[in-house]
Nanobody
Framework: QVQVVESGGGLVQAGESLKLSCTAS????????MGWFRQAPGKEREGVAS????????YYVDSVKGRFTISRDNRKNTLYLQMNSLKPEDTAMYYC???????????????????????WGQGTQVTVSS
């Protein structure tokens, strides 16, 4: 059975940093593109960042470029999201997800799409206070 588990969320003040982690089991981790999504109450689930199976290619939504860094360690089956200079508008439940789509298919899209990802974690809450 595939299991995806996020950790590292918490409550921080604006301008501070958090690092999220995601571990996956039950799949060949380096065969999957991985992504981070977030969802605030009353809002749609938003793609934040994604990374190819090799880690050589990444995507970021404009609102987090220059502040967030996605990375992966395939030896540890672990995905990371380093979040710096956090803003109150970053407050959301953050979800880790795995996609078995070809990277070229994901890369040609203009944004991350929930329907392109097959396995999801339970989420970890990030709250940024002002």
């Amino acid at each position: 059975q595939v299991q995806v588990v996020e950790s590292g969320g918490g409550l921080v003040q604006a301008g501070e940093s958090l690092k999220l982690s995601c571990t996956a089991s039950g799949l060949r981790f380096d065969d999957y593109a991985m992504g981070w999504f977030r969802q605030a109450p009353g809002k749609e689930r938003e793609g934040v960042a994604s990374i190819s199976w090799s880690g050589d290619s990444t995507y970021y939504v404009d609102s987090v470029k220059g502040r967030f860094t996605i990375s992966r360690d395939n030896r540890k089956n672990t995905l990371y999201l380093q979040m710096n200079s956090l803003k109150p508008e970053d407050t959301a439940m953050y979800y880790c997800a795995a996609s078995d789509r070809e990277w070229w298919f994901l890369a040609q899209r203009q944004s991350l799409r929930v329907t392109d990802f097959d396995y999801w974690g339970q989420g970890t809450q990030v709250t940024v206070s002002s």
